[in-house]
């Protein structure tokens, strides 16, 4: 009884040790969590974020006043004796004064108003980027769904062929066919397996992929993607996306605002060309030969630089080309951002003319024409080369649908990049 105990206890601790070091894989992210996970980790998305932090550090900084300055005058020291006595000292005269430099023509808001609109710019900038940075994440997130649809259909594959390899088996013994038609029948397994292993390669190799974009340390085995693998047909026109790529394509916003913030750097660099007036204040205790009793005096003063020449001629001139240059570079901007969207649309469409036969017809076109001929050869109606064909069509019609579905997900990726939104998930 005792060694039977222990046995009983010594395979429940096995148990246990095996189950702690089985891998338990991850609750599979959907594209939303993915997202999260990458905006959280990608390394040059938060140093973007820190550039815009810095632009707006850069907005105290323009719209800082002047500071005063403070003046201390002693005059009067006497370098010779008086009357007899040396007292250098006695008759100095201490003038403390302050002045202050007035900026005229709004100067101070323009800058600030131009470091606003460069943090805009900025802004546009860094979403430019993410746009960027999530077609290639959502590129390798597509590669790992359909990596894992190919393994599924590999799997199914295999399993519905092992089941005709049985059948034949059977009809073998029995004499019904000729061993060679077995083998030949058999052989033809080497290339399911083969489908299988490809993509159970693929599926880590895509999965790797991911990972390292997401800087993700999760071992391979136990991090995995869910998302409905198929496509659907787009519900808006090619009007519609290339009225809200105009909306929302950030670098075409970038433009636009670099433009605006040209316009602003024009009107500051006019009122840096105009004067400034220093105003100063004094006070002084010294005792007036003319008047005894004028002991204290205040003084003011205004300071006028005299333009004579205009020394702003030049960044006025360049920002004025500035305007031009950003126009240029805006029209530009928004003639890519159209034919980006044509482009991608053209894609998508020829995709889905193409995948419509497939979903609607070719795909159970194909799998009734395999459960047809299989019939048919186990009951001596058809040759074992119809069989073959007929398997290897079927094989073939689902990787060429699920490579299909690949390339339409891969279009919309790219004609959500080129609108600058997620208008096809």
């Known amino acids: 009884m005792q060694r039977r105990n ?25 594209w939303q969590e993915t997202q999260e996970r990458f905006r959280a980790n990608n390394p040059t998305l938060l140093a973007g974020q820190e550039t815009i932090d810095e632009s707006r550090v850069d907005e105290i900084t323009a719209f800082l006043r002047p500071n005063p300055d403070f003046t201390l005058t002693a005059d009067g020291t006497q370098i010779t004796p008086s009357h007899g006595s040396w007292r250098p000292f006695a008759g100095t ?36 980027l993410e746009r960027t940075l999530m077609f290639n994440l959502r590129d390798a997130f597509v590669r790992v769904l359909q990596a894992k649809a190919v ?24 004499g019904a066919i000729a061993q060679v038609d077995f083998q ?4 033809q397994r080497v290339q399911f397996e083969s489908d299988l292993a ?9 999965k790797i992929d991911l990972l390292n974009l997401l800087r993700d340390r999760t071992p391979v085995d136990e ?12 519900l808006v026109s090619l009007e519609e996306l290339r009225a809200m790529a105009l909306r929302t394509r950030p670098d075409l916003k970038e433009a636009e605002q ?8 024009y009107r500051l660099a006019v009122a840096n060309g105009s004067t400034d007036p220093t105003f100063g204040l004094w006070w002084t205790h010294n005792g007036s030969f003319n008047n005894p009793d004028a002991f204290n005096t205040v003084g003011a003063s205004v300071s006028i630089p005299l333009r004579i020449f205009d020394r702003n001629q030049g960044n006025k001139a360049h920002t004025l080309i500035d305007i031009d240059r950003n126009k240029k570079l805006r029209d530009a901007a928004e003639q890519t951002t159209l034919h980006d969207v044509d482009s991608a649309y053209a894609t998508l469409q020829s995709t889905l003319e193409i995948l419509r036969p497939y979903k609607a017809k070719y795909l159970e076109e194909a799998a009734s024409i395999r459960s047809t001929v299989s019939f048919a050869y186990q009951h001596g109606a058809a040759s074992l080369l119809d069989f073959l064909d007929a398997q290897k069509e079927y094989r073939d019609t689902e990787l060429n649908y699920l490579n299909l ?8 990726n790219q004609l959500n990049t080129s609108v600058g939104a997620e208008v096809i998930r």
């Open 223 to 234: 991090f995995d993607v869910n998302e409905k693998f198929d496509f659907h047909e787009p």
């Open 258 to 265: 670099s433009l605006d913030k040209a316009r602003t750097d």
């Open 93 to 128: 005269l201490y003038i403390p004064a302050i002045s202050y430099l007035h900026e005229r023509q709004h100067k101070r808001e323009l800058r600030l108003e131009s470091a606003q609109k460069a943090t805009d710019i900025a802004v546009s900038a860094q979403a430019d």
């Open 6 to 30: 222990w046995r009983m206890y010594s395979g429940l601790l096995f148990a246990v040790v095996g189950l702690a070091q089985t891998p338990r894989p991850q609750r599979a992210l959907t």
């Open 151 to 174: 393994l599924e259909v590999a799997r199914e594959n295999l399993d519905y062929y092992d089941k005709e390899i049985g059948i034949n088996r059977d009809r073998f013994k029995v």
């Open 184 to 187: 030949r029948v058999e052989l």
């Open 405 to 412: 579905v690949g390339s339409y997900l891969s279009a919309a």
């Open 198 to 206: 490809t993509a159970q390669v693929n599926v880590r190799t895509a």
